[in-house]
Antibody, heavy 117, light 108 residues
């Protein structure tokens, strides 16, 4: 079975940091580019970031550039998202997703991040 | 920034055909992908590259494109098709991925 499992969500105050993880199983993790996509409660989907299969190339949405950093450890099949200077508008379910040639062909179940004082 | 516009809602009776449009500038030059998201669940890719269905997706789901609009068609709509549907493209100009505004499909 192919799975992506996110963890690390929770409640955090504005301006603080949080680190999300995504653990992959059942796939050759190191062969795939990976994404983070988020969804504010009751709203639509927003792409957040992309990392290449080898971790060399990274791209970020304008809304998170300079605050969020994506990384990966191919030896442990783990994808990470370091989120700094969090804002209330960052409140969302965060999904990790596998790249399927410019699409998202496998998704995790998501982890909820709530930024609130 | 690139924008994809979808109607907020589409309703159809069981057995009928539901069509979900996705409008975007020069969308004809881009590969369009479609996702189904049921309440409380993660999205699922149902159509990729306009018309390809991933393994396990029923043939009732199909995609097409004409002019500045892509369309997801759900034939013989069933109660289990009730969900939010999103279109998505990769915008080469910004190297960003863009989702449509989303359409809620209701089976009457």
């Amino acid at each position: 079975q192919v799975h992506l499992v996110e963890s690390g969500g929770g409640v955090v105050q504005p301006g603080r940091s949080l680190r999300l993880s995504c653990t992959a199983s059942g796939l050759t993790f190191s062969s795939y580019a990976m994404h983070w996509v988020r969804q504010p409660p009751g709203k639509g989907l927003e792409w957040v970031a992309l990392i290449s299969y080898d971790g060399v190339n990274k791209f970020y949405a304008d809304s998170v550039k300079g605050r969020f950093t994506m990384s990966r450890d191919n030896s442990k099949n783990i994808l990470s998202l370091q989120m700094n200077s969090l804002r209330t508008e960052d409140t969302a379910i965060y999904y990790c997703a596998r790249d399927g040639t410019r699409s998202f062909d496998l998704w995790g179940q998501g982890t909820l991040v709530t930024v609130s004082s | 920034s690139y924008v994809l516009t979808q109607p907020p809602s589409v309703s159809e009776a069981p057995g009928q055909t539901a069509r979900i449009p996705c409008a975007g500038n020069i969308i004809g030059t881009k590969s369009v992908h479609w996702y189904q998201q049921k309440p409380g669940q993660a999205p699922v890719l149902v159509v990729s590259d306009e018309s390809d269905r991933p393994s396990g997706i029923p043939e009732r789901f199909s995609g097409s494109k004409s002019g500045n609009t892509a369309t997801l068609t759900i034939s013989r709509v069933e109660a289990g098709d009730e969900a939010d549907y999103y279109c998505q493209v990769w915008d080469s100009g910004s190297d960003h991925y863009v989702f449509g505004t989303g359409t809620k499909v209701t089976v009457l």
